[in-house]
């Protein structure tokens, strides 16, 4: 009896261990199809997140790139915009010089313009006092209008050393550009005393220019002695 008490109680175990064994391992397999499924969702998880890196890798380069851009971008400007204030100083420097040159030239013009106004004025009265002391217009009064003078005291291109030219017909020359012994020494009769008639009017009609071309010329070349023997006999005939 003890006997099969015993062996009844050895196949109890057997069978609990068994079980136990069987449960066990039946455990096991549904815990490693457990993991094995949560290791496969982690792989997944683990592979999007390496994409996600890899893009987000990606996006920093980009953003690195565009980083240095921005800085080279900066470095630019900055140096355009010290540039650009260096030239802006100067342009202030070169607006007021051109401030103080603008002043000086009202200054100066100013200054000329009165200068012009007084030298207009005592052109006015040399040309009255002028015409107070010159003789009546005839022909020889006309080439009498003052006695010879000096070679060396001519000034030079002076109108009015040739013989028959005063004040107002050296004026109306000079009007027409005839400013010099030169210019008058290559000057045609008849344009001379188409001066005189239309710049001079009916009262320089009466003048005879025929040897004041010839005069010029002897001055301009400098053969005084030529043409104080020319002006002696011009004086000897008006006299």
Known sequence: MAERFTADLLFILFVLLVAALLGFLIGYLLERGRCRRRIAVLDEEIEGLKAKIRRLEEEKTALDAKLRLAVDEKITLTAKIDGLE??????????????????????????????????????????????????????LAAMAHEEPVAPEVFRPDDLEVVIGIGPKIARLLINRGITTWKALAETSVPYIQEI????????????????????????????????????????????
């Open 196 to 239: 005189l008639d239309k710049d001079g009017g009916e009262r320089y009609r009466i003048h005879n220019p025929e040897s004041w071309p010839h005069q010029a010329r002897l001055l301009d070349e400098g053969r005084w002695d030529e043409f104080r023997e020319l002006r002696e006999r011009l004086w000897t005939e008006i006299k």
């Open 86 to 139: 260096g030239d802006k100083t100067k342009l202030r420097e070169d607006t007021r010089r051109m401030d103080d040159e603008i002043a000086s030239l009202k200054l100066t013009i100013d200054r000329l313009e009165k200068e012009t106004v007084a030298l207009r004025a005592a052109h006015d009265e040399a040309l009255k006092a002028a015409e107070a002391r010159i003789v009546p217009d005839t022909p």
